[in-house]
């Protein structure tokens, strides 16, 4: 059964307030990675926070309730922008860290090596996706799940975002057009 179709009949089961019991095999893994990327589907699934193995499950694709970014984009550029540019490439290294961490479900972002590799962090495409969402929110920058993975480490992840968020922007000037004289 697809997770949503799961989830859909489970909350159904839940507000039935019905009780009984059930014996089924669960793709605990597949059914965690959907309620961790899909917005609405936590209420159902908290009927599993019994199940250790839908927990594992769940600190294998980080955590569940994870708080978005509550800094506006704005601040944070101009905040970056502040900065010597030492501090300016430390400062996003440890925004790519400490996103990095929150997604794959680590308490601190000492377990986000600056120079280790995203796949051997353990970041798969469903977590990369999840990162660009994160790094998204916190910098106001488009970021692509390939630009995740496309960036061997961390660290050069937020020497890629710095560049990004530090380019002067272009602007376009406006057509200008002929003004009528009547």
Known sequence: MRPALALRA???VARAQETGTAVFDADWKRLAAH???TPGAAPAARLFDGVPAFRDAL??????????STEDPDAFLRRLGTLPARERS???????????ALVLG?????A???DRGFVDLGFDSLTATRLRHRLGAATGLQISAATVLGCPTPGSLAD???ELC??????TRPRLRPRNRE
């Open 106 to 110: 680590h308490d601190s972002d000492d």
């Open 35 to 37: 309620v961790a990327t």
């Open 160 to 162: 890629h975002l710095l």
């Open 166 to 171: 530090t380019a002067p922007r272009t602007r």
């Open 59 to 68: 600190r294998g694709v980080g955590a569940l309730h994870e708080e978005p």
């Open 10 to 12: 489970l909350d159904r």
């Open 90 to 100: 430390a400062e996003m290294l440890r925004l790519v860290r400490t996103q990095a």
């Open 112 to 114: 986000v090596a600056p």
